[in-house]
Structure formats: C-alpha cells, structure tokens
C-alpha cells in the first residue's frame, strides 16, 4: 500500500468522525455560547481533545493534501469562534458566590 492510499484511507476515516461526530458536537456548543452560555468542564474537555489536540495529529495530512486544507481551516476557525464567544461569555457572567 502506497503513502497516499493509507494517507486517503486515513483521511476519509478522520472526516467520517469529524462529520458525524465532532462538528455535530462543536455545532451545539457553539449555539450555547452564542447565546450567551457558559462552557461546561465537558465541553472545554470537548474542545481540547478535539479541535488541538486531534488538530495537532492530523496537520502533517493536511500539509501533504492540499484538498483537505479548507475543512481543516473551517474546523480550526470554528474553535476560534467557540472560544473567543465563550471568553466573553466568561467575562460577562457575573462572580459567583
């Protein structure tokens, strides 16, 4: 088997979980935040593990493909959406007690 086919096989299988998985997921946290909710410890969990660290492991794919490079550009902003709404969500909620 060649680099390329494990490479697509690799590939197809990431944006599997990523389709019916994980953007599902981002998707519900993102309209919490955008509502002006808070993060749960499970959703920062969520978002570490997801969208850095599985980040992290798939980029050397991405830089070898350019076809996958707009998914993952998509997926990374879509983080930076989620958290950059949840950090003003944070500073808007009032302390607790």
Excluded: C, W
């Amino acid at each position: 088997m060649s680099e390329n086919e494990k490479d697509l096989g690799v590939a197809m299988a990431l944006l599997e979980r990523f389709t019916t998985q994980t953007l599902p997921r981002a998707l519900e946290i993102k309209e919490r935040v955008d509502r002006g909710e808070l993060l749960s410890q499970r959703d920062i969990d969520f978002l570490q593990l997801t969208l850095t660290e599985r980040a992290e492991e798939i980029k050397p794919l991405v830089e070898r493909h350019a076809e996958y490079q707009e998914v993952y550009a998509q997926a990374v902003h879509l983080y930076k959406e989620i958290t950059e709404r949840a950090l003003l969500n944070e500073e808007r909620s009032p302390p607790s007690t």
